[in-house]
């Protein structure tokens, strides 16, 4: 069973960066696809951005591209969310998701597809 364990959320101002990461307990990401969704309070989770892992391909919301790249440390078992250029918008719980399979560009973005959840953590972009 697959444990994501994250860290890196905070405040920051408008304009600043902050690094999420995502490290696998219990297991490895081979052949897994991994990424980030967030939820604002009163709003429905979005997905943010999705690397698989064998391969490398990234894909991400048209809003953060350009500003966030996700990126894995294959000997770590870790997989990261560089958040650059944050906008008040962007304030939300970052939650780190894994499925353990490959999957399709039509269902990386619904967060029914992933079988693994982190706990979130709390990114605040507040002057």
């Known amino acids: 069973q697959v444990q994501l364990l994250e860290s890196g959320g905070g405040l920051v101002q408008p304009g600043g960066s902050l690094r999420l990461s995502c490290a696998a307990s219990?297991?490895?990401?081979?052949?897994?696809?991994t990424g980030w969704f967030r939820q604002s309070p009163g709003q429905e989770r979005e997905f943010v951005a999705a690397l698989r892992w064998t391969e490398g391909s990234t894909h991400y919301k048209n809003s953060v591209k350009g500003r966030f790249t996700i990126s894995r440390d294959r000997a770590k078992n870790t997989v990261y969310l560089q958040m650059d250029r944050l906008m008040p918008e962007d304030t939300a719980v970052y939650h780190c998701?894994?499925?353990?399979?490959?999957?399709?560009?039509?269902?990386?973005?619904?967060?029914?597809?992933?079988?693994?959840w982190g706990q979130g953590t709390q990114v605040t972009v507040s002057s």
């Open positions: 219990g297991g490895t990401f081979n052949g897994y696809t």
């Open positions: 998701v894994a499925a353990n399979s490959r999957l399709i560009v039509s269902r990386l973005m619904d967060g029914e597809n992933y079988d693994y």
